[in-house]
């Protein structure tokens, strides 16, 4: 079993910054594929970005590239999510996630293959306008 427990979130104005902290515990994830998803009020959960076992490859959703960046240290057994330029749009509860994988983690992502791991608990991000 893997724990994993999400913090960092906040209110923050447009154009603002958050850094993402994902804590795990139980095992270590240096095997594992992370992802970071969020889901905003009335809205479906989406992906926001994925970083593999050594962290050497990420994937990002449209919305979020060039912006947000996704990185690991498996020596703390954490995972972040640097957070800049942020919308209002960015408002949700952000979510961890953690999977056994391996290829591209566009195929991952697209196969729904987090929904087969683990997850955290969620951490609200708002961004006031």
């Known amino acids: 079993q893997v724990q994993l427990v999400e913090s960092g979130g906040g209110l923050v104005q447009t154009g603002g910054s958050l850094r993402l902290t994902c804590a795990a515990s139980g095992r270590t994830i240096s095997t594992y594929y992370m992802g970071w998803f969020r889901q905003a009020p009335g809205k479906e959960r989406e992906f926001v970005a994925a970083i593999t076992w050594s962290g050497s490859s990420t994937y990002y959703s449209d919305s979020v590239k060039g912006r947000f960046t996704i990185s690991r240290d498996n020596a703390k057994n954490t995972v972040y999510l640097q957070m800049n330029s942020l919308k209002p749009e960015d408002t949700a509860v952000y979510y961890c996630?953690?999977?056994?994988?391996?290829?591209?983690?566009?195929?991952?992502?697209?196969?729904?293959?987090?929904?087969?791991?683990?997850w955290g608990q969620g951490t609200q991000v708002t961004i006031s306008s």
């Open positions: 996630a953690a999977v056994i994988a391996s290829g591209l983690l566009r195929t991952i992502v697209a196969g729904r293959g987090f929904d087969h791991g683990y």
